[in-house]
């Protein structure tokens, strides 16, 4: 073993398991090698005694929040889908923010409240649109139906928006009532409409929600027309905003095409139960992107409660949840991207149901595998990031490829400072002329920071 360990570049071997008295353990080593696993193979292949070479696997511990509704009965779901798993992975940030236009969201809900993305830059009540953006008083989002910076369920009846909130990114591991998927996500709030039964201001929701800085949005309502206006905001928020898209399919239980959910650009969600059967009302066919849980799912509801309600309303945010993760464990996915691996990672459903064409189940650890898979490509792109040039006025960074990345530039004291920058395909451009003397960092979230001092 030890000529082993010298043919294929080992620098140590150990016998771990030689003291154990049963089976022939003893005869495992493990050597520490620099070689990829193939090199180590083929200079491995002329020792007919060798019967196994592995990588080493690095197991790890699966994360369970503290949620006291965070079981295998009460939220099955996020078991089905290996949320625990994910989580290992990644569990969200605060920047990455999904935008639930619906019926409207209880902002103040404790299991919400802390996940409810605040626009810093309005001053609440006061009838002022602060920040100039065209809305007035949306420090806690914004309701499209009435004009009004006040997205608030009415009543109870409007429970729709709350519970599809909650799915997607409840506050997680704070001791309180549900966890979610999207666990750190943001929910930018959006009431699109004044009944129960029909969203009336969709397109309008759709475009605050895109100027608010929604990453992902959730669209858990349709109809069979098509509704082009709603369409051209949608590619437009895609192509020039980076903006994903997730919709619930229906509950018609036929094959009929459900839009925005049908259009090309949006992902498009079924739903199915405990046994991953599609669920009796889901609408389902060829169309379809993949599938989530939807039956029976436990979420926030209005006025500090929780309860069950089921559908493709349900699946879809959790599948925008899912989407909260895969864009923050990797910032440079695009919208094909996104599909591509939730719809290649999912679960495959009993041969029963393939004549839905639902195509699979969604399975959250799988996407994000795919997603980190993605990001290692783009990695090497991103470390060949340096500074060109630097005046009182500008400075200029130049990647290989600065793709969707999100840039953000701090002070030593960590504290996020706005200005402006533009971005080609290979440099970024970033105005410091404002800036006081001193040092301060760009940063590349989760992926590089580089530094810099301001005379």
Excluded at 16 to 40: D, H, M, Q, R, Y
Excluded at 306 to 331: D, F, H, K
Excluded at 347 to 366: C, K, M, V
Aim: charged content about 20%; some cysteine; glycine content about 8%.
């Amino acid at each position: 073993m030890t000529k082993v360990c010298e043919d294929i570049g080992g620098s140590a071997i150990s016998f771990p398991f030689e003291n154990c008295t049963f089976g022939k353990l003893g005869n495992i080593a493990l050597i520490e090698s620099g070689n990829s696993s193939l090199e180590v193979f083929n200079s491995s292949k002329k020792y007919r005694g060798i019967q196994l070479i592995e990588e080493k696997v690095k197991h790890h511990f699966f994360y369970e929040p503290n949620d006291p509704s965070f079981d295998l009965t009460q939220q099955w779901n996020l078991f089905k889908i290996s949320a625990p798993q994910a989580w290992d992975i990644d569990r969200g940030w605060q920047g990455i923010k999904i935008g639930i236009v619906d019926d409207g969201v209880d902002v103040n809900h404790p299991d919400l409240t802390e996940n409810i993305h605040r626009n810093i830059n309005e001053i609440a009540n006061n009838t002022i649109d602060d920040d100039n953006n065209g809305y007035v008083d949306d420090y806690l989002g914004f309701d499209a139906s009435n004009n009004t910076g006040n997205p608030l369920p009415p009543n109870s009846n409007f429970y729709h928006g709350t519970h599809v909130a909650g799915i997607a990114a409840a506050k997680t591991n704070n001791y309180t009532g549900i966890a979610s998927i999207g666990f750190l996500c943001n929910i930018i709030a959006v009431k699109a409409s004044n009944s129960t039964t029909s969203v009336s201001h969709g397109p309008e929701g759709v475009a605050y929600a895109v100027e608010a800085g929604s990453k992902i949005i959730n669209l858990s309502w349709g109809s069979i027309d098509e509704d082009f206006t709603l369409k051209t905001i949608i590619d437009s928020a895609r192509i020039n905003k980076g903006v994903i898209f997730v919709a619930a399919a229906g509950n018609f239980n036929d094959s009929t095409l459900v839009y925005p959910a049908a259009n090309y650009g949006v992902i498009s969600v079924a739903a199915t139960n405990r046994d991953d059967l599609k669920l009796g009302t889901s609408t389902y066919g060829s169309w379809i992107d993949l599938a989530a849980p939807g039956a029976s799912i436990l979420s926030t509801l209005p006025f500090n409660t929780y309860g069950q309600r089921s559908g493709t309303s349900e699946s879809a945010p959790l599948v925008a949840g899912v989407c909260g993760l895969l864009i923050s464990a990797n910032q440079y996915m695009t919208f094909e991207e996104v599909r591509t691996c939730l719809r290649n990672s999912v679960d495959q459903l009993p041969p029963s149901e393939s004549s839905y064409n639902l195509r699979g189940r969604l399975n959250a650890r799988a996407a994000l595998d795919c997603a980190k898979a993605l990001k290692t490509n783009e990695l090497k792109k991103l470390n060949k990031c340096f500074i060109v040039h630097q005046s009182n006025q500008t400075i200029e960074i130049f990647c290989q490829d600065i793709l969707d990345t999100e840039v953000y530039l701090f002070s030593a004291e960590g504290k996020a400072i706005k200005t402006n920058f533009t971005k080609t395909t290979h440099s970024i451009i970033i105005e410091i002329s404002e800036l006081s003397s001193g040092i301060y960092f760009i940063n590349f979230p989760g992926i590089k920071s580089l530094k810099f001092f301001k005379g």
